[in-house]
């Protein structure tokens, strides 16, 4: 029996040895190996960075939602969720989340440990280097330069210009540039049309942040279309438009013609806590804007 | 220093440059890796040699890939491992057993639960235990195979099927419990 499996064995190295002859067979260099598991790490790592770019695209995404306005903007609060929420982004986040577990898994000690921890170390990995691309302004850069770049895909920028491009429904945003001195002023809209914004009806908190910021929200009326190309808008709010997590290299801020002094304040400016004009009581969202308006304005009298 | 005295390691970094002491480790798991593979299901002799061909050529070709902090056992029963899960792939066949040298080990290791024991005592010999292997499915199958009749530890059995230790254990309980059932089955 033992002299059996003996002659076994012995043909087997004979055989074995006479393949390795004959089909020329040699041990694989050991880069070759190197490269592999450095190659699976590699992958690894650029999935975590890219879970991660994607990451600070959502939380550029849902740091600006005009979440406060949608009653301006959207028939609904869903409306707004629903034509905002970063489905691209989240797909990112998912396949780059497998990506990253397949390379890991495949590392030399990658099987030792368990589904859950792989998942919940690269999301976790993701996460605080996303927090951190977000925080220098990377979210910006990743929702405009590359999803701008993705078809079926709209920023939340470009999303955002597009409800605030609905002078009809009252909904205006753009950029000041030019103030005369009873305080209306030139509005270059997102779509490059040209607007005259009468401010008879605008607060003081409305100029203050005129006189602080070049690029607004404007809810208010439309006047009947003119012959001429540009518009005619009678404002009733104005709000800032502001970019939260703006990136550094994105597209520079349009020049402002003019200068944030030289907003005039009118002899008859109406006092915080009256009533706008009959204009503005067609506006939809009226009530639900003077009501945040009043309770910022109560907020700072109190202070005061 | 005879080969016999050599480790699995020295002579695998050895045969990178004396590939005639390749020998030394095809003669010392040759025995072992076909008894695991007809464990495993592979039930013609031809195939088993096949198998073993393809391993240690496949072992070969990686001598390089094996990491000396690994046990070198593991890793060859790992290569062996995915070799006969092709091999049953490729021809598209059911895994049988072929213990019957193994009926003493089947009761002195699987009886380590009190209700398995129990049902063992009832039979005269592993027959049962042996059916109900090749009822359940592989994976429970190759892990009572790699703890019970290979005698392996947890972390060589993770080493070998590529899985965490913890799910070893999982594997384990959980391969117990569905061949006691299938135990219970077939004593109907």
Request: contains cysteine; negative net charge.
């Amino acid at each position: 029996m033992e002299n059996k499996k003996q002659s076994h064995t012995e043909s087997l190295v004979t055989k074995t040895f006479s393949r390795i002859e004959t089909e020329h067979i040699s041990p694989r260099p050991k880069w070759e190996f190197w490269v592999t598991e450095k190659a699976f790490w590699g992958f690894f790592c650029i999935s975590v960075l890219i879970g991660a770019a994607a990451i600070a695209a959502v939380i550029f995404t849902f740091q600006n939602i005009g979440w406060k306005f949608y009653l301006a903007t959207e028939n609904d609060f869903s409306t707004l969720l629903f034509t905002s929420l970063p489905y691209l982004w989240v797909g990112a986040i998912t396949i780059f989340t497998g990506i990253a577990y397949y390379n890991f898994r495949h590392t030399k000690r990658g099987y030792r440990h368990s589904l859950i921890l792989i998942l919940f170390s690269s999301i976790t990995a993701s996460t605080l280097l996303g927090i951190l691309f977000y925080a220098f302004g990377f979210g910006d850069f990743v929702d405009e330069e590359i999803g701008g770049r993705i078809p079926f895909h709209r920023s939340i920028m470009m999303e955002e210009r597009s409800r605030w491009s609905q002078p009809l429904r009252g909904a205006l945003g753009g950029e000041v540039l030019y103030l005369d001195e009873r305080g209306d002023f030139t509005l270059r809209a997102f779509d490059g049309k040209e607007w005259l914004v009468d401010s008879s009806d605008l607060t003081e908190d409305d100029r203050e942040v005129l006189r602080n910021h070049s690029q607004v929200r404007i809810v208010g009326v439309p006047f009947a279309e003119s012959a001429s190309s540009t518009g005619k808008f009678h404002a009733c709010f104005i709000f800032s438009w502001e970019v939260v997590g703006r990136s550094p290299w994105g597209p520079p801020a349009l020049l402002v013609a003019t200068s944030a002094a030289r907003i005039v304040s009118r002899d008859n400016e109406r006092n915080i806590f009256e009533m706008r004009s009959n204009k503005c009581r067609g506006v939809r969202p009226y009530d639900a804007l003077q009501k945040v308006r009043n309770i910022k304005q109560t907020t700072t009298h109190e202070t005061q | 220093m005879l080969t016999n005295e050599l480790t699995d390691a020295e002579i695998v970094e050895q045969s990178l440059n004396n590939k005639e002491l390749f020998a030394v480790i095809i003669e010392r798991y040759a025995e072992r890796l076909a008894r695991y593979a007809r464990r495993l299901g592979v039930r013609r002799t031809e195939d088993v040699e096949d198998l073993l061909q393809e391993v240690f050529l496949k072992t070969y070709q990686n001598l390089n890939a094996f990491d000396s902090t690994f046990s070198f056992s593991a890793w060859i029963y790992r290569i062996m491992h995915n070799e006969t899960i092709s091999f049953f792939r490729k021809r598209s066949i059911r895994p049988e057993g072929n213990m019957e040298e193994d009926s003493e080990s089947i009761l002195a290791l699987i009886s380590d639960e009190e209700d398995v024991l129990e049902q063992l005592e009832k039979q005269s010999d592993g027959e049962h235990v042996h059916r109900a292997l090749d009822q359940i499915d592989f994976k429970y199958k190759e892990i009572l195979v790699l703890r019970f009749f290979e005698q392996r530890e947890y972390a060589e059995i993770s080493d070998i099927l590529e899985i965490p230790i913890g799910s070893v254990a999982t594997l384990i309980h959980r391969a117990k419990k569905v061949l006691r059932k299938e135990l219970g089955y077939l004593a109907k």
